[in-house]
């Protein structure tokens, strides 16, 4: 299972960007779907996840300014991202839950990062 992840650049602040993120390889079925993102020094955190059934999640500080979407047909999961501020500024990773067959248990796995940076 491979993760590509697109959309990522510099932007100004209250600009948007639109991340991509697509799945391929052997899928059988895809559960959560989800965005975290690493900035310099910090750890990885949460940014939005959203389910097979379409529940989404938000982390407190992107409610209201990102918008997690996704397209099980094309295996895709989409962040898109307005009101960019200069504390957005970070590698974005994609994760999806995978089961590759109906007989195996479902695996997580993390897309490559595409970097956001935002400036003031």
């Known amino acids: 299972v491979q993760l590509q992840a697109f959309g990522g650049g510099l932007v100004q602040a209250g600009g948007s960007l639109r991340l991509s993120c697509l799945a391929s390889?052997?899928?059988?079925?895809?559960?959560?779907m989800g965005w975290y993102r690493q900035a310099p020094g910090k750890q990885r955190e949460k940014v939005a996840l959203?389910?097979?059934?379409?529940?989404?999640d938000y982390a407190d500080s992107m409610k209201g300014r990102f918008t997690i979407s996704r397209d099980n047909a094309k295996k895709t999961v989409d962040l898109q991202m307005n009101n960019l501020k200069p504390e957005d500024t970070a590698v974005y990773y994609c994760?999806?839950?995978?089961?590759?067959?109906?007989?195996?248990?479902?695996?997580?796995?993390w897309g490559q990062g595409t970097l956001v940076t935002v400036s003031s």
């Open positions: 994760k999806i839950h995978v089961r590759r067959t109906m007989l195996e248990s479902s695996r997580k796995y």
């Open positions: 390889g052997n899928i059988f079925s895809i559960s959560d």
């Open positions: 959203i389910g097979s059934g379409g529940l989404t």
